[in-house]
């Protein structure tokens, strides 16, 4: 049986999963990614795959690289200049995150022949659009929730530091204290911001969600959001595949 892993190193944690062609046979989320965790989520495997691609958020991999190497036949690290599914129309693409890369490639896997917007909410938020041919656009960075709520506090006199509960009060769009007040602030200037987004595409985008946050705050939006716990990886996945004749 032929496997490939994919890796997503986020911000707090990387999410590890391992495919046979376009399935995924398992996946676990690792807040250290290190020679043990990766050889137990392994192990029920052989210990080994064939392919391994490797995308991060973070500047360094080298260490990364290395440890493959003792798990993986043959590896890469997810950047702009190699071949991609789609097309990247970024004026600086060596600097666009290799996860957005991977998501919007994700979106498409999913959703082919759609205008897509793409919104991971993570530790930051990132609105992405894809056309209906393949071609990533452009989009947006912002704070996420907890930056939000952390930068009100460190920026302010008097606002506390305040932290965001596991469930978001739903059902209310104003606060009835500073400290709710403070989250459905934030929570309401992200659902804005994909609602406005929305409205600047053409045709109708398909709304494709994903990161931490992507289930509560796809809850908010009066409009119909595709949450994709998995987009990341999905794009991996089909950016390794892409690559096959590269191995």
Known sequence: MSL?????????????ALWQDSTMVSSCIETSLTPDALGHFLSPYGGKVDKALYCSVRARGTEVMAMLSTFAGK????????P???????????????????AAVGAATVFPGK?????????????????????FLGGNIAPGMNMRLEALHRFTAR??????????PLGRVFGTDTASAMILGS????IGAITYYKSQLTPDPTVV??????????????????VEPDLVSIGLNRILQYNEAIF
């Open 84 to 102: 991609l599914p789609i097309k990247i129309d970024y004026g600086t693409p060596g600097s666009l995150g290799a996860d957005r890369i991977a």
């Open 75 to 82: 590896m890469l690290r997810l950047s702009s200049d190699m």
């Open 4 to 16: 490939n892993l994919t890796i997503d190193q986020g911000n707090s944690a990387a999410k590890l």
């Open 187 to 190: 929570v309401f200037g992200i």
């Open 209 to 226: 969600m994903t990161g931490g946050w992507a289930h509560q705050l796809s809850r908010l939006c009066d409009f119909e959001v595709n």
């Open 159 to 168: 606002l506390p530091r305040v932290t965001v509960p596991r469930e978001l």
């Open 115 to 135: 205008m897509l917007l793409v919104v991971d909410a993570g530790t930051a938020v990132t609105y992405d659009a894809v056309s209906p041919d393949g071609h």
